[in-house]
């Protein structure tokens, strides 16, 4: 059985000026989904997460979150009427209230009065109950955080939507947090839409992610599928690198210049197929006929420029065990894995398979 539907977007339009911020957008989350919207600075995430809170409304096509149109041709729900909570990059606490006292004023009007049990259910929730008297500006930006989710379930939303939530906490402490938090949003089961432009952001949290480019969408998947199986080559570029390589397939295998892999899918004679760094494993090997030519040293990991026998140049990502030298010889051992066949560019196929 599916879940119901917590959110439609169907043929969003939204301009601002000659900028086309959302063109033609549509997008089904389920309920209970935690989705992520991945794409680059000035694509459109922000305006579909404020289009979604009310804070804009779109100038074609329709807005639905459960079973009511919030926003169409001939219909306006106020922000204030759509349960959407909505947690901003800065957090947006009241500097001059207590923690309990910002998410007290949170809550549902008829609820405030005598809500401090409430509130502090939340931030025990969010693990922060013993900074209750503390005010905003004596926090650290992870616990700002956490106050400002413990604020928007204060709301009693349907849906939670979470604008860049972890961009301003620190590399260190930021892989914890945010697998943590999105945790307990799961234990709440509310459906929770968060915008990101980091791709291993959006790839470790979600159920799915929607992956924007100039205000469209080009694909909605699962995380491991918008990986492997990329819809389009804007898609297979923003989600990492990859080998691009010119190889002869014979119908479920690909040879290629890195040695012979699986293929996703089947074809037959010249393709050009992606072969993602990880796939790539080498040897040290005097005899071998590839060179190292760079070599990135990123502490658990390596990242490994070669110099394939045709001059071509190709990446390698490895653990950083059994490391090879820059001039060293190599020869390139195939990791069990597929090859995917490049896709097009989004503006030239046909859109209409786009999957939602
Ligand atoms: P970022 O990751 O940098 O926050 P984004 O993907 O969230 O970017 P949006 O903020 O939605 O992108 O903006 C999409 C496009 O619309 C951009 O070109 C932006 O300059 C433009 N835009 C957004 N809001 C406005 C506005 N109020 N007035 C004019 N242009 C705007």
Redesign the pocket.
């Known amino acids: 059985m599916t879940a119901p539907i917590a959110l439609r977007l169907e043929g969003v339009r939204r301009r601002?000026?000659d900028?086309a911020?959302l063109d033609d957008v549509s997008l089904t989350v389920q309920s209970g989904e935690v989705m992520a919207i991945l794409?680059?600075?000035?694509?459109?995430?922000?305006?579909?997460l404020n289009l979604v809170a009310g804070h804009l409304r779109p100038e074609a096509g329709r807005v639905t979150i459960g079973d009511r149109v919030v926003a169409d041709d001939g219909c306006w729900i106020a922000p204030q009427d759509r349960r959407v909570a909505m947690v901003f990059q800065d957090y947006a606490l009241f500097p001059h209230l207590t923690v309990v006292e910002n998410v007290v004023f949170a809550l549902p009007k008829g609820q405030r009065r005598g809500g401090e049990e409430r509130a502090r259910e939340l931030l025990a929730l969010l693990d922060v109950e013993e900074l209750a008297e503390r005010r905003p500006t004596e926090l650290s930006g992870g616990q700002q955080q956490r106050v400002a989710l413990a604020r928007a379930l204060a709301q009693d939303p349907e849906l939670i939507l979470l604008d860049?939530p972890f961009s301003s906490l620190d590399q260190g402490t930021r892989d914890d947090v945010r697998n943590e938090l999105i945790g307990r949003l799961r234990q709440t089961g509310l459906t929770c839409i968060f915008?990101t432009?980091d791709q291993e952001e959006a790839l470790s949290v979600s159920d799915r992610v929607a992956v924007?480019h100039e205000?469209r969408i080009l694909q909605v998947d699962q995380p491991e599928a918008l990986y492997r199986k990329p819809f389009c080559s804007e898609v297979a570029n923003f989600l990492g690198r990859a080998n691009v390589l010119d190889g002869v397939a014979h119908g479920e295998s690909v040879d290629t210049p890195l040695g012979s892999y699986a293929l996703l899918g089947q074809a037959a004679g010249p393709v050009r197929v992606y072969v993602r760094p990880e796939l790539v494993g080498v040897r040290g090997d005097e005899t071998g006929d590839v060179v190292v030519e760079g070599r990135d040293f990123r502490g658990h990991d390596v990242l490994y420029t070669l110099r394939l026998p045709d001059g071509s140049v190709a990446i390698a990502h490895r653990p950083s065990v059994d490391m090879v030298e820059v001039g060293q010889r190599v020869r390139i051992d195939p990791q069990p894995g597929h090859a995917a066949l490049v896709p097009v560019a989004f503006g030239d196929r046909d859109t209409a398979g786009v999957p939602h």
């Open positions: 601002f000026g900028v911020a794409g680059p600075s000035g694509c459109g995430k922000t305006t579909l860049e915008v432009h924007m205000g």
